[in-house]
């Protein structure tokens, strides 16, 4: 049981490579190994979640090489509580592109997911802060291979331009990386934080570069404004299973955030004192503000989707900035809620596209829309936070944990407004998609843009389903058991801001 800690890395780094070299003209083979390996890895990130649940703290040092000269991987709360989320999003999505054929529409879809999920497993695990940008980098490659999985000219554009930004973020990290090592002389989070605690106020003018840098390259891989340009045009012209699957990236920048400037650059650290509270909360409430418009200014489902993503996430950022425990814990919730949510809205808009376009207009009715109206609707409510679902218990949480913040009542009026928005523009393609269908789109629509609608081979309708109501089944799940999930979003916030316990287990006795 001592290396289960690394099974959700290397499981798919395993799996990957044995279906590009063994089973790539098989199909059927593919979708069973890549199925059994989506099991599996979530029964291991079960188990391994259940080991963290208690607070304990593990470490796998490769090669036997301790901290902080080796690479090390650590499993506390929050990184448990994330692969769990990232497995038990990933199985549903997989269902849904074998069962609606995605996966025959393009070359080496089973091995570059993946890779994807081992890029993800890799950055919730990492206690080194350059291992992180190393499976930042696996994500960036595997998601590109993803993203243009099909062809097309407007998703090959949409790819470019996601993997230019993100190449730029890159090299930024690795900018503030060597910013930060030249002052330290390490890269181990927890060492970190020791040696950044040590530093005098007045030798700290390159470490808080270091850090705004850092914070700069998390906002472009949370999409926070004016960093979010790449999202709407990469996640909308994407497959939208893999869309949905994306609907966990954005958190690993919230979960990068959450991670270092509560465990190396705390409120409590003088060198960065004031750094995410003066830009970082202002441009989340914009965020909000932007997605919330998007939503309703969208006339494609996949762009719809896509700006509710970015709405989310400002939701999301705007618990995180502000950096106390109780905001943290809600944001916690929130941001399963939200991952969940988008993925959801992501798989019902490709069901619509698949059957009438992506187009918001008066359509004829399609095949099932009873069926895809009422995942449509759910997903909606969702998303927007509305009541019953986990979203508007989410919204509660944050809007509850801001009460004692100085913009507490901008805060309450940008996610009341933008909850607001985001209602009406769901209901205006709701309403025109599934409710108005006297016509087909006008003939001067120019559908150009919309990537190809290749007729998938042969499979069984009822997939897609399953994966959808799985999803739903989950929001449904965290508002029935809102409580338990509750009191562990706010234990790993205590353990977020008593970071004593991982870096001495990290670290050995030498911290202590």
């Not at 949905?244 to 409120?267: C, D, H, N």
């Not at 843009?449 to 989950?474: D, H, K, M, N």
């Amino acid at each position: 049981m001592e290396h289960l800690l690394i099974a959700p890395v290397v499981l798919p780094a395993l799996v990957a490579p044995f279906i590009i070299m063994v089973l790539r003209h098989h199909l059927d083979l593919q979708r069973i190994f890549s199925v059994a390996s989506a099991v599996l890895l979530a029964g291991v990130t079960l188990a391994l979640a259940a080991q963290a649940a208690d607070g304990t703290v593990k470490v796998y040092e490769l090669g036997d090489w301790p901290a902080p000269f080796g690479i090390v991987l650590v499993l506390d709360r929050l990184s448990g509580m994330m692969i769990v989320l990232t497995s038990l999003l990933a199985l549903p999505v997989l269902l849904y592109a074998i069962g609606s054929g995605w996966d025959t529409r393009g070359s080496n879809f089973h091995a570059l997911f993946q890779f994807q999920l081992m890029g993800i497993m890799g950055a919730f695990l990492t206690g080194d802060a350059f291992n992180l940008f190393v499976f930042f980098e696996v994500l960036l490659i595997a998601s590109y291979g993803l993203m243009i999985h099909s062809g097309g000219t407007r998703r090959f554009q949409a790819g470019v331009q996601y993997v230019v930004f993100n190449l730029l973020g890159s090299t930024l990290f690795l900018f503030a990386l060597g910013t930060i090592y030249s002052v330290t002389g390490t890269l181990n989070m927890a060492d970190l934080a020791v040696k950044v605690a040590q530093i005098p106020a007045e030798d700290t003018a390159l470490l808080r570069a270091g850090a705004v840098m850092l914070l700069l390259v998390f906002a472009i891989k949370a999409a926070l404004l004016p960093l979010h340009f790449w999202l709407p045009s990469a996640y909308a012209n994407a497959p939208m299973p893999v869309a949905a699957l994306f609907a966990i990236m954005t958190k690993v920048g919230a979960y990068s955030i959450l991670r270092m400037y509560t465990l190396v650059f705390g409120p409590e650290v003088a060198a960065t004192a004031g750094l995410t509270e003066n830009w970082l909360l202002p441009a989340a409430l914009l965020t909000l503000i932007a997605g919330a418009i998007g939503v309703l200014g969208s006339n494609k489902i996949g762009r719809l989707a896509a700006f509710g993503a970015i709405a989310s996430m400002g939701t999301l950022l705007i618990a995180v900035s502000l950096f106390t425990q109780t905001a943290t814990a809600a944001a916690l919730y929130y941001l399963v809620h939200s991952t969940l949510a988008a993925a959801l809205l992501f798989l019902v808009a490709d069901l619509v596209m698949e059957r009438q376009g992506g187009w918001i207009l008066p359509q004829l009715p399609m095949p099932q829309t009873g069926l895809i109206s009422a995942l449509f609707f759910a997903a909606a409510i969702a998303l927007a936070g509305m009541p019953p679902l986990s979203g508007f218990l989410g919204k509660l949480l944050v809007l509850d944990a801001t009460r004692g913040s100085e913009l507490a009542t901008w805060i309450w009026a940008v996610i009341l407004v933008g909850s607001l928005i985001t209602i009406i523009g769901m209901a205006r393609a709701g309403s025109l998609l599934f409710w108005k269908g006297h016509g087909l789109p006008p003939e001067n629509t120019d559908t150009s843009e919309e990537p190809p609608q290749e007729e998938p081979a042969a499979r069984p309708a009822q997939l897609p389903f399953v994966a959808c109501f799985g999803l739903l089944a989950g929001l449904v799940a965290l508002t029935v058991f809102a409580g338990p999930a509750t009191r562990y979003a706010e234990a790993t916030a205590a353990q977020l801001f008593a970071p004593e316990a991982y870096i001495g287990t990290v670290l050995g006795e030498e911290a202590k």
